[in-house]
Structures are given as structure tokens and as C-alpha cells.
């Protein structure tokens, strides 16, 4: 239906679009700096023009969308939908989707560049290493960027949260290819996480057992091998794959060990690569012990950089699970964390129940509740450390 605005040359419209397409197109148009009524009008001028050949676009779940055409454009929109036999939601959905694939991202990467690596780390367990990982890979690719989400906790919540099962030890792995024994190609591993609103653009590549002997076979192989660098072992394994992504998103155990080294020399700042694109994202409570335990992952990047000649950034820090009802601890925590300066403060995400029923369903956060607060901070966080 279309509501007449006559001290212009427009007109409102309001019709209805798929939350994830609608989510794609308000990220696109600011990424381009077009008002998201300019790139529909575009959309739907060229849709028209392109014949009748498009793709039908899955419309479920499609919810309320408005915005402001010119006028008589939405008229005749409409015209060509009947003759096309489709109704106004599909023939607009099809319309967005053509421009979005003709208007790619202007941060994408062209193929066989260096891609972001955000290094979700913390030794301390509880923190929401898993979550925050989760949900900032699935913020990526509902940017339209092609990310790829390692496991790299051998306890495997993440493999297990999102629906898929851990490898059993002896099998290929990651851990396999670190220490290299891998048995074929990696990408074999590598596992879709199906959802319209990632469009084909998020990939697992699950944990494994093996994963809690990492750090002595690494040991082991530095020993036995000449020149063998275990520090490096991680970006020898995902060498061949980092082509094929725009962002790789690491869950790290909660370790200081030689992975947890091998995991922050990966994330280093590249030949090349500019500041604050790839590095830590540190998830924190507020409360004392994750200070401490800040602090004793601060000493070792640290370390790792004076001793390697390094330079690891941090991107900041998110204060998970957040609730002010707990007190003077909480609330004199966070202020501590926000006084820190540098890193930043990239989020505070409350301590609410969209995530936890999200696991229980084994489903991708912003697929099964894609407006609510939580999923809205991990694309806040995205949108902060992104090239």
C-alpha cells in the first residue's frame, strides 16, 4: 500500500522483507553511503529492466519494511509483479537480492588477499569465549563477507552449540595439519552453517579430541623436525584456505600454553596490514578474576611480541554476561574496564536469555532471534573492527 506525500516527489511505501535481507540491505547502503531509499528504487528499476528471469527468494518469516519511492514507481512495481505472477513481497525481495549481488561490499576482498583474523581469547573459562566468537563470525557474513568459524577448543562447545559434532581423534584435523600429519585437504573438514541470513557465507570448521594433546605434539614436532617453528603452526595449517575467506574468526581454549601462543602469533599484525583489523577480542566478566586473568594474558602477548618481534593488537574488550543487579562488584568492575582507555570497551552485553535458549535449540544466535539485544551488540562489535 502506498501513502501519497505531496509537498514531495515520493511517496511512502510499505511492503515487507525477510529480517535477514533487510538487515543486508541496511548494512550495504551505508557501506556505499546511499539512503536505503535510493538503493531500492535502483533495485527495483533494475529488477524491472532484467526480465523475468530472477531466483525466487525465500520469503518466510518476512516482516514489516517501509520506505519512500518516487512517484508512481511503486505502481508500476506492482504491475510487474502480476504480470510476473509473483507476489509484492517476492518480487521485492528478488529485487533487493539482485542489487545486493550486483553492489558487492566495498570492503570485500578480492581472492587470495589476507584476510581479517579475530582472535577471541582469554584464559579464564566462563567468559564467553564461544558466544562472542559465534556471534561476531555470523555478523561478518551477514555483512556479505565469507567467514570461516574455527573451533579451536578441543572441549568443542561451539562444534556442539551450533548442531554439528566434534572429530574423533585419530581422524584428519586441524591439529593434524598443525603438526604435519594432515591426511588431505583441509577444506574437507570445513562444514556450512546453513541459514538464509548468511547467504552460503559462514563455514565451521569443528573441533577435534586431539586438540587437548595440541600442545605437546607441537612440543614434540619442534623438537624432532629442523626448522619446524611451532609458533607458526596454526597459519602453516590454514595457509592454503585463507583464499577462500574474508574474515577467520578463532574460539580459543581457555590456555596459555604453546596453542594459545601458536593462536596470537596467528592474529599478528601482517607485512602490509593496517592497525586494528586483526587481533584479540577479549571477552571479560565484572567481577576481580577476570582482571587477574587479563592481566596474565596481556603479560604473555606481551612476551610473545618482545620475544618474536611482534606486533598483536587488541581490538578490545567485551564485558559479557553483564547484570547490575549483582552489586558494587559489577558495577565497579565495568567501571574499571571502561577506565582502562586501551584497549576499548567494544561492547557490554547483559546477561539475557536469547543466548542460552540459541544453544539449547543448537542454532546460530542471529538466526534464532535476530533483533534482540545480544544479537544486535555482536554486530555493533563487527561494525567496530572491520577493515
Known amino acids: 500500500m502506498a501513502s501519497p506525500n505531496p509537498p514531495s516527489d515520493r511517496e511512502k511505501v510499505a511492503s515487507k522483507l525477510p529480517p535477514a535481507l533487510k538487515q543486508e540491505l541496511k548494512v550495504r547502503s551505508a557501506e556505499l553511503h546511499l539512503d536505503i531509499q535510493d ?18 527468494v525465500d520469503t518466510t518469516g518476512s516482516d514489516s519494511f517501509s520506505t519512500w519511492l518516487p512517484n508512481g514507481m511503486y505502481d508500476a512495481f506492482k504491475e510487474t509483479c502480476n504480470e510476473r505472477e509473483v507476489s509484492y513481497t517476492q518480487g521485492l525481495a528478488q529485487a533487493v537480492r539482485r542489487w545486493l549481488d550486483v553492489n558487492p561490499s566495498p570492503s570485500h576482498r578480492p581472492a587470495g588477499g589476507i584476510p581479517e583474523r579475530k582472535i577471541v581469547c582469554n584464559q579464564k573459562g566462563g567468559v564467553g569465549k564461544t558466544a562472542i566468537s559465534a556471534g561476531l563470525a555470523q555478523a561478518y557474513a551477514e555483512m556479505g563477507k565469507r567467514v570461516l568459524l574455527v573451533d579451536y577448543d578441543p572441549q568443542g562447545h561451539l562444534t556442539a552449540q551450533l548442531g554439528f559434532d566434534p572429530i574423533d581423534p585419530g581422524q584428519d584435523s586441524l591439529v593434524a595439519h598443525m603438526c604435519g600429519d594432515g591426511k588431505g585437504d583441509l577444506r574437507d573438514l570445513i562444514v556450512p552453517i546453513e541459514s538464509d541470513r548468511f547467504g552460503k557465507r559462514l563455514d565451521l570448521l569443528p573441533s577435534c579430541f586431539d586438540g587437548f594433546l595440541l600442545d605437546a605434539r607441537v612440543g614434540v614436532k619442534a623438537v624432532q623436525t629442523r626448522g ?10 590454514l595457509a592454503d584456505i585463507e583464499g577462500d575467506y574474508d574474515v577467520i574468526v578463532l574460539d580459543c581454549p581457555p590456555s596459555l600454553g604453546l596453542s594459545m601462543d601458536a593462536a596470537l602469533y596467528y592474529g599478528r599484525r601482517r607485512q602490509g596490514e593496517a592497525a586494528g583489523i586483526s587481533g584479540a577480542v577479549i571477552p571479560v566478566l565484572a567481577e576481580d578474576s577476570s582482571a587477574t586473568a587479563y592481566t596474565m594474558l596481556a603479560f604473555q602477548i606481551e612476551d610473545l611480541c618482545a620475544n618474536m618481534r611482534l606486533e598483536i593488537d587488541y ?5 559479557n554476561l553483564y547484570d547490575s543487579r549483582r552489586g558494587a562488584i559489577a558495577t565497579s568492575s565495568l567501571r574499571e574496564w ?8 567494544l561492547a557490554v552485553i547483559n546477561d539475557l536469555k536469547e543466548q542460552r535458549e540459541a544453544v539449547r535449540r543448537r542454532e546460530p544466535l542471529l538466526a534464532y532471534a535476530p533483533n534482540c539485544e545480544q544479537s544486535e551488540a555482536m554486530r555493533d562489535i563487527a561494525r567496530q573492527v572491520t577493515a
Open 338 to 345: 571502561r577506565n582502562l582507555g586501551e584497549p576499548p570497551v
Open 39 to 56: 538503493a531500492v528504487t535502483a533495485a527495483i528499476a533494475a529488477w524491472r529492466e532484467a526480465g523475468p528471469a530472477a531466483a525466487v
Open 315 to 319: 581490538l578490545g574488550i567485551v564485558v
Open 228 to 237: 619446524f617453528q611451532k609458533e607458526s603452526a596454526l597459519e602453516a595449517a
